[in-house]
């Protein structure tokens, strides 16, 4: 019995302390981590609003919920370059997490995959870019589409399909699509073509 006892405290110990360093190691890496993900969203949000002012892009939130983000030609705020919204789908083996912007017609002006963790060398290709381009192909298909209706080729889409990734352009589209369709019923005034 003296033994168990014994064990048992000894597990107690070892367990405290594993705890205790966990929790050093995440009050040490949080901030860092926040930081990221704030860079993340800055980046896409430039590259999903190209027409929109520097530091004119608004986050519209209820409450603590982010709804979407509203961007402005300049900093006057007067008039208004698009909207931008993540859209989230579920791909072969991840979250695809995709910054969408469309103008204020619902036309695509702007695309950026911030998180995926796809199958490298086929859902990966999602962001690959090629030699010569500075831009992801398989994005650039998005750019001028109606954002409501964007679906890949076997969904009868325009947006060519990757060979192997099919589920993975298909989490893209169809998160981007339903996203926009959220979108438009939110937003007085948006006129999705």
């Known amino acids: 019995m003296k033994e168990i006892i014994k064990l048992g405290l ?9 705890g205790a360093a966990l929790s050093v190691v995440n009050n040490i890496t949080k901030p860092k981590i926040e930081e990221q993900k704030r860079l993340v969203t800055e980046r896409a949000l430039v590259a999903a609003l190209p027409t ?7 986050a519209v ?10 961007g402005y030609k ?6 208004i370059a698009g909207y ?11 979250i695809i997490e995709t910054m969408v912007g469309i103008d204020t017609t619902g036309t695509i002006i ?9 199958t490298p060398g086929l859902g990966t290709k999602i962001e690959e870019i090629q030699y010569g381009d500075d831009f992801p192909w398989f994005q650039k298909n998005f750019l001028a589409l109606n954002a409501e209706t964007v679906a890949v080729d ?15 352009s298909r989490a893209v589209a169809n998160s981007i699509s339903s996203g926009a369709k959220s979108l438009s019923q939110q937003i007085d005034g948006l006129k999705m073509k």
Do not use: C, W
């Open 154 to 168: 076997k969904d009868n889409g325009e947006i060519p399909s990757i060979t192997g990734a099919t589920i993975s």
């Open 61 to 70: 939130k209820s409450g603590d919920t982010l709804k979407y983000y509203i």
């Open 110 to 118: 702007g695309i950026k995959i911030m998180q995926q963790v796809e």
């Open 10 to 18: 000894i597990l107690l110990l070892v367990t405290a302390i594993a």
């Open 84 to 94: 931008a919204f993540i859209a989230r789908g579920a791909g072969y083996s991840s």
């Open 74 to 79: 300049d900093t006057t705020r007067q008039e």
């Open 52 to 58: 929109a002012g520097k530091n004119a892009i608004d």
